[in-house]
């Protein structure tokens, strides 16, 4: 008897913990959807399907797990699997309520429609990357800015000379390698490509001062998609430190170059930062200390990390895939056999000949998807596919639903550069560098760049692995673990 009533209250307790333990996690489950999604009255029933996850933290637990597995598309299979394939799901992620979009549709609608979205990128983000960047400024002065420096980065008349001084800062470091054993690859391409984009900026080819800046650049850029938590320790608390110390190196640079226009000292070579301290508009307004620098923070942020992620991909697709290896050499070899006596190097009209070597390039953007999202905001109640946006709710452009859709590409976790034989994408299906009035505005320098380095590597070199099983990591990019360890030789019928 006594053993049976101590077994009934055990029961009891544990059916009653149950109960409280059930009844907490429902009402943790939907702090969110009472916070943010009945105060919107009747428009709540027409939002997308999805769920605004834990309180403060959102969907980010989930998103994070997802990303740091070897499947970063199950964050989004998830949502599929629970509400259908709806192409758009509310969630609250990076601090906000939002809806993720995943089809080329949706997504062309919301990067092309400036007059209902405008960039949402996190405060935090924004933080990090500057008030004055074009991701942090309004459609009109971004429109006024892109305007301004367009030219400059480019332009026909830029490209033809960033291409000369590119090409031989590959040749030289593609030789380097060779003699260094085992290397980093990614490592050595993301220091090639800070070096061309620190030139082409700043004229600047000391090693130390840039050995310096890629190290606070690589820790800004690790803190972007970090969650903002600014205490010792944390990626983010470590970014806006790093970013404090690239202003104040930026600052000097710009102060130093006044002072010499001050003193008439004529610059050795013009380079970007001469530029941009002598545009103006049609007004004769000219940039303030804080956009040229946040303009700089955020070109050679980007100019250099797309380019050297892409670039060791295609290297390693094409090490993996020798029928596409070589039919991309061929097409390189054939571009040096034709090429008139007494030429050295490449010409930028030689470059764009290179149509298969650009199928190798988007192939590899594609499937790697540098970066996975961008972000927009609402700046009205819009409605797309029947489903509500309220106006001051975050929209996150999922670009690797769009790029790893199997309706849209065949196998398309299969790298295959032949598939954009014949092709032409539909609007919307292949969003590498964005859409609208905010594509990217390094696009064509970074495919220079890639360009010209694939040129060089395809005739005269070759890429071995240590660990070619090396296990993958998605943030704040997909790299291999081991940044690529390798060894790089030159081929046995080369001469360079």
Known sequence: MEFGGILWLVLVFMWSFCAVFVAVKWVLKNVNKWLHETQLGEKQYSLPPGDLGWPFLGNMPSFLRSFKSNHPESFISSFVSRFGRTGMYKAFMFGSPSVIVTTPEACRRVLTDDDCFKPGWPQATVQLIGNKSFVG?????????????????????????????????????????????????????????????????????????????????????????????????????????????????????????????????????????????????????????????????????????????????????????????????????????????????????????????????????????????????????????????????KVLVWFRSVHLDPETYENPMEFNPSRWDNYTPKAGTFLPFGAGSRLCPGNDLAKLEISIFLHHFLLHYQLERVNPGSPVMYLPHTRPIDNCLARLKKCPTSSA
């Open 137 to 393: 400024i309004s459609y009109e002065e971004h429109k006024r800015l892109r305007r301004l420096t367009a030219a400059s980065i480019n332009g026909y008349e830029a490209l033809s000379i960033y291409a000369k001084y590119i090409e031989e800062n590959v040749v030289s470091s593609l030789n380097k390698w060779t003699t260094m054993g085992e290397i980093e690859f990614l490592t050595q391409l993301r220091k090639l490509t800070f070096r061309i984009i620190m030139y082409i900026f700043l004229s600047s080819e000391g090693e130390p001062v840039m050995e310096a800046l890629e190290r606070q650049y690589t820790t800004l850029n690790y803190g972007i998609r970090a969650m903002a938590i600014n205490l010792p320790g944390f990626a983010y608390h470590k970014a806006l430190k790093a970013r404090k110390k690239l202003v104040a190196t930026f600052q000097s640079i710009v102060d130093e170059r006044r002072n010499q226009r001050k003193e008439f000292v004529l610059p050795k070579k013009k380079d970007m930062m001469d530029a941009l301290l002598d545009v103006a508009d049609e007004n004769g307004r000219k940039l303030s200390d804080e956009e040229i620098i946040d303009i700089m923070l955020m070109y050679l942020n980007a100019g250099h990390e797309s380019s050297g992620h892409t670039a060791m991909w295609a290297a390693i697709f094409l090490e993996q895939h020798p029928e596409f290896l070589q039919k991309a050499k061929a097409e390189q070899e054939e571009i040096v056999r034709r090429r008139p006596p007494g030429q050295s190097g490449l010409t930028l009209k030689e470059i764009r000949e290179m149509e298969y070597l650009s199928k190798v390039i988007d192939e590899t953007l594609r499937v790697i998807t540098f970066a996975p999202t961008v972000f927009r905001e609402a700046k009205t109640d819009v409605n797309i596919s029947g489903y509500t946006i309220p106006k001051g709710w």
